[in-house]
């Protein structure tokens, strides 16, 4: 029981480290003064972290189907220790231009192929 709460807490824990490092800029707090400007700006971070976590799921996803293709399956117990909330390999800081991108509606950009899996350390 006390295991299952950790984990709980550290995911917790996780999904606010995300959110300050999205909300980095502001220092992590609201400055606006009205009502519905603080929740237009908590509703915005909310998304940003989501279409993380979006990202980052899917790009897991693809990951394991790409090793899952090689005939190198992870182990479930190994599954669990797994989550979207990393954002280190994203840009939080800086200009976003949002542009085609170049990549064909439905697809992903290509996997890094410079990861090595193996059982023992």
């Known amino acids: 029981e006390r295991r299952r709460a950790t984990r ?3 995911k917790g824990e996780a999904q606010n480290a995300l959110k300050r ?3 980095f800029h502001r220092t992590g707090r609201i400055r606006d003064h009205g009502l519905q400007a603080q929740g237009h700006r908590a509703s915005a ?3 940003v972290a989501s279409a993380v976590v979006l990202w980052n799921t899917t790009y ?3 990951a394991m189907r790409h090793l899952e293709r090689q005939g190198r399956s992870v182990a479930p117990d190994l599954l669990q220790h797994l989550s979207p909330l990393g954002w280190q390999h994203i840009n939080l800081t800086g200009d976003y231009l949002w542009t085609d991108a170049g990549i064909p509606e439905g697809k992903l950009r290509p ?3 410079a990861i090595t899996i193996t059982d023992n350390p």
């Open 8 to 10: 709980e807490l550290n």
């Open 21 to 23: 490092a999205i909300f």
């Open 60 to 62: 897991l996803g693809a």
């Open 111 to 113: 996997l890094r192929q």
């Open 45 to 47: 971070l909310n998304l």
